[in-house]
């Protein structure tokens, strides 16, 4: 079951968000097609039978300096603020910082 409302809702929230540093600080946070059609159309759109989103988690493997941090950022805003789900959990991890600490460690040893 597919509703585009769910999706466009959640990019509708995103997009009045504003960059709060860098060379778009203060400009709104518009969301590239990818991310769109890519993540948050089927992330937030797919819904089960009873109306509750197929997909509970997600893990986005996009190259450097493509957005995810600022994306994940909203992500987790709406789910703090908008979603609803009483008790919901936001799990973050970035692999390569601990990549480098395994390295960085592999080579003291």
């Excluded at 890519?38 to 996009?62: A, F, M």
């Excluded at 970035?94 to 460690?105: D, M, R």
């Amino acid at each position: 079951m597919f509703n585009e409302n769910k999706a466009i809702r959640v990019k509708k929230f995103i997009e009045r968000l504003k960059h709060s540093k860098g060379e778009y600080a203060g400009k709104p946070f518009i969301l590239e097609d990818w991310q769109y059609n890519d993540i948050i159309k089927p992330l937030y759109g797919t819904l089960n039978p009873d109306g509750t989103r197929q997909y509970r988690i997600c893990l986005i493997e996009v190259a450097k300096k493509n957005g995810k941090t600022t994306l994940a950022a909203a992500l987790a805003l709406y789910h703090l603020f908008v979603d609803g789900e009483m008790g919901g959990e936001i799990y973050w991890a970035a692999l390569l910082k601990i990549y480098h600490i395994v390295q960085k460690w592999k080579n003291v040893l």
